[in-house]
T-cell receptor, first 112, second 110 residues
Framework: KAGVTQTPRYLIKTRGQQVTLSCSPISGHRSVSWYQQTPGQGLQFLFEYFSETQRNKGNFPGRFSGRQFSNSRSEMNVSTLELGDSALYLC???????????FGPGTRLTVL | EDQVTQSPEALRLQEGESSSLNCSYTVSGLRGLFWYRQDPGKGPEFLFTLYSAGEEKEKERLKATLTKKESFLHITAPKPEDSATYLCAVQGTGAQKLVFGQGTRLTINP
């Protein structure tokens, strides 16, 4: 069974630009969650989508947004990039609440 | 607010030297406690899920245990390939998000 896939794996952007990251969940998984990982803050929850609806949201500014498509694939968007947005962005999928979340390899975003 | 504290931050062991990693947590109703392993530059790899105090799970050289306030990840006779960062996370009832600790960076010297 194929795991969670994320594209692209690496991105370099400059301040003020916007970026879109993509996540394909494990087949049959309807929930997709996004996390940001930095050396200082560790892994922090961004938001979760289930059946194309945002069901949970973490404490991040409105510059961070996402969506989910009918095939459960998800995208997250960061607008007006700041230096502090440099991080590893991880996507995780599961069937529903309470089930184990399985993570993808992440997208490494560098903001210059 | 849910919180997870892992100790130690880093641990260096000789091959074959057994030890334990600690994960202390506070959560308003525990739905599950999760252990992941993360190698540099990669996403977390799932190891165990524990749901209630007293529960134990084993996989090869790893054994995870759970009490009402903490979880331990016991590593028996580790090998160099066990070197990684081990992450603990909790999920509260009614919540989807995982709250992670800062991790324990484990190094096994041959």
């Amino acid at each position: 069974k194929a795991g969670v896939t994320q594209t692209p794996r690496y991105l370099i952007k400059t301040r003020g630009q916007q970026v879109t990251l993509s996540c394909s969940p494990i087949s049959g998984h309807r929930s997709v969650s996004w996390y940001q990982q930095t050396p200082g803050q560790g892994l922090q929850f961004l938001f979760e989508y289930f059946s194309e609806t945002q069901r949970n949201k973490g404490n991040f500014p409105g510059r961070f947004s996402g969506r989910q498509f009918s095939n459960s694939r998800s995208e997250m968007n960061v607008s007006t990039l700041e230096l502090g947005d440099s991080a590893l962005y991880l996507c995780a999928s599961n069937r529903d609440n309470g089930d184990t979340q399985y993570f993808g390899p992440g997208t490494r975003l560098t903001v210059l | 607010e849910d919180q997870v504290t892992q100790s130690p931050e880093a641990l260096r062991l000789q091959e074959g030297e057994s030890s334990s990693l600690n994960c202390s947590y506070t959560v308003s109703g525990l739905r599950g406690l999760f252990w992941y392993r993360q190698d540099p530059g990669k996403g977390p790899e799932f190891l165990f899920t524990l749901y209630s105090a007293g529960e134990e799970k084993e996989k090869e050289r790893l054994k995870a245990t759970l009490t009402k306030k903490e979880s331990f990840l016991h590593i028996t006779a580790p090998k160099p390939e066990d070197s990684a960062t081990y992450l603990c996370a909790v999920q509260g009832t009614g919540a989807q998000k995982l709250v992670f600790g800062q991790g324990t960076r484990l190094t096994i010297n041959p």
